[in-house]
């Protein structure tokens, strides 16, 4: 019977391997431009309520929304169908923070790579192909509601005598940390909004390790498996 590995790498995407508020950014400049601060600011609004309601982000579910807020002429209108359009097809490899893939490569010498993602189940995983992350983790992709509920199931599609997971959000490290204990280490990436968010992570124990960039994790021996 196939042993199984000492240690596997569980890696967050948003803001941790892939520059999210870059994406966003974008968004909004891109809804600006089509239809105004004011009408745009419409979707954030349906963003905002989607993610309260959801537990995680849906821009197309917000992008539905935004729809039905507008006249029935306005629902056909080819502005909103090319937000769609760019929403889907935007270039996220070309918002992967420096050093990814050579970061990726590392731990791979160390144990099996895993995405562990939040999000809905259509965006998210398309955003994990058309970065190339998927193909970078050999398929080894799995994206949650709340991944932190889900320790079990990640166990059983991935066990390991240890895990090491990486996030931007001190939040998610805490409530795995509470569940795993010692099998567990975290690694905290100091890169996106929620990572600087001194305020909120001032609530959560510090990780195992910090570091100012995922790049950084290089310079790391971890276990090998």
Known sequence: MTQPPATVFLIDVDNTLLDNDRFIADLHARLDEAFGAESASRYWVGFEQLRDSLGYVDYLGALQLFRTSESREGMSDARLLRISEFVTDYPFADRL????????????????TVILSDGDVVLQPRKVQRSGLWEATEGRVLIYVHKEEMLDVVEHHHPARHYV???????????????????????FVRQGHYALDTAANAAYAPADITVERISDLINFDFPST
């Open 97 to 112: 923070y420096p050093g990814v893939h050579e970061t990726l490569k590392h731990l791979r010498r160390h144990g099996p």
């Open 165 to 187: 997971m990486i996030d931007d959000k001190l939040r998610i490290l805490s409530a795995m940390k509470a569940i795993w204990g010692p099998r567990l280490t975290t690694v």
